[in-house]
Antibody, heavy 122, light 110 residues
Framework: EVQLVESGGGLVQPGGSLKLSCVVS????????IHWVRQASGKGLEWVGR??????????AYGVSLEGRFTISRDDSKNTAYLQMNSLQTEDTAVYYCVSGQWQLKNHMDVWGQGTTVTVSS | QSLLTQPPSASGTPGQRVTIPCSGSGSNIGTSRVNWYQQPPGTAPKLLIYFNDQRPSGVPDRFSGSKSGTSVSLAISGLQSEDEADYYC???????????FGGGTKLTVL
């Protein structure tokens, strides 16, 4: 069964940092892109960014609203992806999902994790 | 303000056919394939339609997608109570160099 499990969410003060993890199982993660998507309470989905596979030179892209504060990385040997979030603001409070795919959907958002909640508050 | 425009709400009665539109531009829908996601209350989103009109295995054929120019539509026929959810379109935007989501449409089954 394909599964993505996020962890690392929690309460952080404005200006602080947090690193989320996403463990992937059930398929060959190394050949797929990993995306992060967030959703503030009662709001819509917002694409945070993605990192492609080694075959695609681990190319990254990020949402324009993030202003370079977030960084995606991955460790294919551990089937794990990360989202490093710096200079956090109250507007970053949201549920963060990692998303991936395989085969013809390897660069798309196919299978979603259950999400991890990040709260930025003093 | 999303680059993709969806109506905030839609509704229908059981058995009816409902259509949810998503409008974009030449830098996104006009040049890339669109995916649709279904998000029932309190759950993570799920891929419903990919590449404009393809259904993943397990998605009932009551759900269908279509594309015309810079707009796409999601159609749900034989509406059921379990279809009550938020629906989002998503596509790569070549001008932003990133993925964009529509604002979402809340479907209510009356």
């Amino acid at each position: 069964e394909v599964q993505l499990v996020e962890s690392g969410g929690g309460l952080v003060q404005p200006g602080g940092s947090l690193k989320l993890s996403c463990v992937v199982s059930g398929f060959t993660f190394s050949g797929s892109a990993i995306h992060w998507v967030r959703q503030a309470s009662g709001k819509g989905l917002e694409w945070v960014g993605r990192m492609r596979s080694k075959t695609d030179d681990y190319a990254t892209a990020y949402g324009v609203s993030l202003e370079g504060r977030f960084t995606i990385s991955r460790d294919d040997s551990k089937n794990t992806a990360y989202l490093q979030m710096n200079s956090l603001q109250t507007e970053d409070t949201a549920v963060y999902y990692c998303v991936s795919g395989q085969w013809q959907l390897k660069n798309h958002m196919d299978v979603w994790g259950q999400g991890t909640t990040v709260t930025v508050s003093s | 303000q999303s680059l993709l425009t969806q109506p905030p709400s839609a509704s229908g009665t059981p058995g009816q056919r409902v259509t949810i539109p998503c409008s974009g531009s030449g830098s996104n829908i006009g040049t890339s394939r669109v995916n649709w996601y279904q998000q029932p209350p309190g759950t993570a989103p799920k891929l419903l339609i990919y590449f404009n009109d393809q259904r993943p295995s397990g998605v009932p054929d009551r759900f269908s997608g279509s594309k015309s120019g810079t707009s796409v539509s999601l159609a749900i026929s034989g509406l059921q109570s379990e279809d009550e959810a938020d629906y989002y379109c998503a596509v790569w935007d070549s001008r932003l160099d990133g993925w964009v989501f529509g604002g979402g449409t809340k479907l209510t089954v009356l």
